[in-house]
């Protein structure tokens, strides 16, 4: 039984440490839920999920990271570089 599909899941992201951006998550079926993190940024890319359930418990994600570089795309935002 899925009931998963109706938590309330955002992605948040820091860049180089900065302050965290919300974004929220669409389920996407399957308990798959999707979320973006904007092409258009340089530096050091931390990120995590929150999901909170019905009753509000919350689970949280490991922290993920990533190194984002201005590289290929000659300064251009773009979906395919």
Not at 19 to 44: K, L, Q
Request: proline content about 4%; hydrophobic content about 40%.
């Amino acid at each position: 039984w899925n009931i998963a599909q109706f938590n309330h899941s955002t992605l948040e992201y820091r860049v180089n440490g900065g302050a965290p951006t919300v974004v929220p998550m669409v389920y996407a079926g399957g308990n798959v839920f999707r979320g973006e993190i904007p092409g258009a940024m340089i530096g050091g890319i931390d990120y995590r999920v929150r999901a909170t359930d019905r009753a509000g418990n919350v689970g949280l994600s490991a922290v993920k990271g990533f190194s984002a570089a201005d590289g290929g795309c000659n300064g251009a935002v773009s979906l395919y570089c």
